[in-house]
T-cell receptor, first 113, second 116 residues
Framework: QQPVQSPQAVILREGEDAVINCSSSKALYSVHWYRQKHGEAPVFLMILLKGGEQKGHEKISASFNEKKQQSSLYLTASQLSYSGTYFCGTARAGGTSYGKLTFGQGTILTVHP | DGGITQSPKYLFRKEGQNVTLSCEQNLNHDAMYWYRQDPGQGLRLIYYSQIVNDFQKGDIAEGYSVSREKKESFPLTVTSAQKNPTAFYLC???????????????FGPGTRLTVL
């Protein structure tokens, strides 16, 4: 089942902050975050694992609430280069869902000068 | 440099024709994936392969077929049975067969297929 992202779109001025949320109705093992520029491949940002481990870029901040199956991506002091569509991908452990990610519908972030 | 290549970048086909999209990786990754992306939507999984000579259907496999005869190659065929094949197709790989929970996916540049 597809995770739900909110908001659907965000418009910022340079230097402003934003939070993007990802919520699942299923128990998760990990949450992945990717950013995609128009017409390009998604680029890895971060993985948050059950148990608290995180892997990713140092300048990216995110959280994973295992009890609520929710993750949030924090974008601080935004830059023009942050513009793009942000996707969360969720991984469930066990069963037929093992070994694959299910992606949310995306959040469009636009940063203006 | 290691990475994933997809060819061609743009592909045009007439309705009713089968078409094969290429995906090659030199990352020595075991697992490979095919996603479809429609405008304004997320990535939907078509097929994935965790090891050579084995693959599983994803969420939208109808009208598609794949093969995995070599570790580095995972071609996707869009058949005439696919009702609405026009989309952006992305290939991805992960280092371990079941490691997508723990490891990032590397994506290719994508192929934009347009069926006329």
């Amino acid at each position: 089942q597809q995770p739900v992202q909110s908001p659907q779109a965000v418009i910022l001025r340079e230097g402003e902050d934003a939070v993007i949320n990802c919520s699942s109705s299923k128990a998760l093992y990990s949450v992945h975050w990717y950013r995609q520029k128009h017409g390009e491949a998604p680029v890895f940002l971060m993985i948050l694992l059950k148990g608290g481990e995180q892997k990713g870029h140092e300048k990216i901040s995110a959280s994973f609430n295992e009890k609520k199956q929710q993750s949030s991506l924090y974008l601080t002091a935004s830059q023009l280069s942050y513009s793009g569509t942000y996707f969360c991908g969720t991984a469930r452990a066990g069963g037929t869902s093992y070994g694959k990610l299910t992606f949310g519908q995306g959040t469009i972030l636009t940063v203006h000068p | 440099d290691g990475g994933i290549t997809q060819s061609p970048k743009y592909l045009f086909r007439k309705e009713g024709q089968n078409v094969t999209l290429s995906c090659e990786q030199n990352l020595n990754h075991d697992a490979m994936y095919w996603y479809r992306q429609d405008p304004g939507q997320g990535l939907r999984l078509i097929y994935y392969s965790q090891i050579v000579n084995d693959f599983q259907k994803g969420d939208i496999a109808e009208g598609y077929s794949v093969s995995r005869e070599k570790k580095e190659s995972f071609p996707l065929t869009v058949t005439s049975a696919q009702k609405n094949p026009t989309a952006f197709y992305l290939c991805a790989s992960t280092v371990e067969p079941l490691g997508v929970s723990y490891n990032e996916q590397f994506f290719g540049p994508g192929t934009r297929l347009t069926v006329l």
